[in-house]
């Protein structure tokens, strides 16, 4: 198994920054890419940014040029960057862990609220 717990989630104005984290603990040897998604209410879930163990990165079109995801292989952690943050980035945002020949891992999720 594999346990994820995000930190880093709040409330920022129109404009701000904030930085996520998620920490991997257990099994974490076969994960191979980690990442972020997030479900604001009456939506469904949609990936916000991946990257792999080789540094690959991938972004949802609507913060490709606003977050930026990175990741430290050593301690198990993946960050994720949020500038120029928006209302409609509100949601909760999953860490989630892709594993060789494993189901995807998730996160319980941290919130995140841009309101002036």
């Known amino acids: 198994q594999v346990q994820l717990v995000e930190s880093g989630g709040g409330l920022v104005q129109p404009g701000g920054s904030l930085r996520l984290s998620c920490a991997a603990s257990g099994r974490t040897l076969d994960i191979w890419r980690m990442g972020w998604s997030r479900q604001a209410p009456g939506k469904q879930r949609e990936m916000v940014a991946s990257?792999?163990?080789?540094?690959?990165?991938d972004y949802a079109g609507s913060v490709e040029d606003r977050f930026t995801i990175s990741r430290n292989l050593g301690a198990n952690t993946v960050y994720l960057q949020m500038n120029s943050l928006k209302p409609e980035d509100t949601a909760a945002y999953y860490c989630?862990?892709?594993?060789?020949?494993?189901?995807?891992?998730w996160g319980q999720g941290t919130q995140v609220t841009v309101s002036s």
């Open positions: 989630n862990a892709d594993r060789v020949s494993r189901p995807r891992a």
């Open positions: 990257v792999t163990n080789n540094g690959r990165t």
